[in-house]
């Protein structure tokens, strides 16, 4: 799980900044907040939501599909204002790097996720119920294990056992490609009722559209309680410095596993990512006013009449 200490990576000045109404207009460099889009379908929703509310309040957003480490490197240097996806703890060995030289919340912006191996219904009726399972089961899994995409906090986690032969794991091999190409595997199994094991996580649809179920016994490596992980935002310093209110909205934004959940299952029936945070957010809006407090449109106005004109609300 993620320390407190970890978090403590705000200065007082940028503290101050963040807490205070933002009145003063900002430079016409700010009315564009630069995203990273690390490819999961959870940060294509949260993205989503934050476009809505920035549109609203007359900003423009800007998204760059990078890797997570990548998408560190681009908010150390400034390339990149924003970052709504940080895992804890599946990225912690990707960000701890970058401590001191970035914004990250000190307040998660979603809790309840959680992230471990996975199993289908049947494999796991069949017997393949813990990590210690594994090794059993080798054979029937071909000794694969399916990730997503390489540099992915997951991934490093799954290798790592590999490599230190953590539960006899040390002749597995795992399958690195993307998000949605391990989907695709993992639907191919199950319509075969074929055994997978594969990187699973809440909020995501897959846990309604496949019968699947965690493994126990992994808490040494991805966290107890299923590794369960708190989610944070992360910005540029430049950004928090140079625009204050843009800041301010980008990093009061909470999500939680059914928001996310409702959106993306949308997004993986092929509907667009805008159209469906809209949608979500004309329905359910009663938390826009916290997420608003104190913050103003990119011309100085009240920010959250705005972006209740911008949903027709």
Same mark, same amino acid.
């Given at each position: 799980?993620?320390?407190?200490?970890?978090?403590?990576?705000?200065?007082?000045?940028?503290?101050?900044?963040?807490?205070?109404?933002?009145?003063?207009?900002?430079?016409?460099?700010?009315?564009?907040?630069?995203?990273?889009?690390?490819?999961?379908?959870?940060?294509?929703?949260?993205?989503?939501?934050? !476009?809505?509310? $920035?549109?609203?309040?007359?900003?423009?957003?800007?998204?760059?599909?990078?890797? %997570? &480490? /990548?998408?560190?490197? @681009?908010?150390?240097?400034?390339?990149?204002?924003?970052?709504?996806?940080?895992?804890?703890?599946?990225?912690?060995?990707?960000?701890?790097?970058?401590?001191?030289?970035?914004?990250?919340?000190?307040?998660?912006?979603?809790?309840?996720?959680?992230?471990?191996?996975?199993?289908?219904?049947?494999?796991?009726?069949?017997?393949?119920?813990?990590?210690?399972?594994?090794?059993?089961?080798?054979?029937?899994?071909?000794?694969?294990?399916?990730?997503?995409?390489?540099?992915?906090?997951?991934?490093?986690?799954?290798?790592?056992?590999?490599?230190?032969?953590?539960?006899?794991?040390?002749?597995?091999?795992?399958?690195? !490609?993307?998000? $949605?190409?391990?989907?695709?595997?993992?639907?191919?199994?199950?319509?075969?009722? %074929? &055994? /997978?094991?594969?990187? @699973?996580?809440?909020?995501?649809?897959?846990?309604?559209?496949?019968?699947?179920?965690?493994?126990?016994?992994?808490?040494?490596?991805?966290?107890?309680?299923?590794?369960?992980?708190?989610?944070?935002?992360?910005?540029?310093?430049?950004?928090?410095?140079?625009?204050?209110?843009?800041?301010?909205?980008?990093?009061?934004?909470?999500?939680?596993?059914?928001?996310?959940?409702?959106?993306?299952?949308?997004?993986?029936?092929?509907?667009?990512?805008?159209?469906?945070?809209?949608?979500?957010?004309?329905?359910?809006?009663?938390?826009?006013?916290?997420?608003?407090?104190?913050?103003?449109?990119?011309?100085?106005?009240? !920010?959250?009449? $705005?972006?209740?004109?911008?949903?027709?609300?």
């Amino acid at each position: 799980m993620h320390t407190s200490s970890f978090l403590l990576g705000i200065s007082a000045g940028v503290a101050l900044t963040l807490g205070g109404l933002a009145h003063s207009a900002e430079p016409e460099t700010c009315s564009t907040i630069r995203l990273a889009d690390i490819g999961w379908t959870d940060n294509a929703a949260n993205n989503a939501l934050a !476009s809505a509310v $920035a549109n609203g309040s007359g900003y423009k957003i800007e998204k760059t599909t990078v890797s %997570a &480490p /990548i998408a560190m490197t @681009g908010l150390k240097g400034g390339q990149l204002d924003a970052f709504l996806d940080y895992w804890s703890p599946a990225l912690d060995s990707t960000v701890t790097p970058f401590r001191g030289t970035v914004v990250i919340g000190d307040e998660p912006n979603m809790r309840g996720a959680k992230y471990t191996l996975a199993v289908p219904q049947y494999l796991y009726d069949a017997g393949l119920h813990d990590f210690r399972d594994l090794e059993q089961f080798k054979d029937k899994l071909g000794g694969k294990i399916y990730g997503i995409e390489p540099g992915s906090g997951g991934n490093k986690l799954v290798k790592q056992m590999i490599d230190q032969n953590m539960f006899n794991l040390g002749s597995f091999k795992l399958i690195e !490609s993307s998000e $949605a190409a391990m989907l695709v595997q993992v639907q191919r199994a199950v319509a075969a009722n %074929a &055994p /997978i094991v594969f990187l @699973g996580w809440s909020p995501h649809p897959m846990n309604l559209s496949v019968k699947m179920q965690y493994l126990t016994g992994g808490d040494k490596v991805f966290g107890p309680d299923f590794g369960a992980a708190k989610v944070y935002t992360v910005m540029s310093k430049k950004f928090v410095s140079s625009c204050p209110n843009a800041a301010k909205l980008v990093s009061q934004m909470r999500f939680t596993p059914d928001m996310e959940s409702s959106i993306m299952a949308q997004i993986m029936e092929k509907k667009d990512a805008s159209d469906s945070a809209k949608s979500y957010l004309r329905t359910h809006n009663d938390f826009l006013a916290t997420w608003l407090s104190g913050v103003t449109t990119f011309d100085g106005k009240d !920010s959250l009449p $705005a972006v209740k004109h911008s949903l027709g609300l």
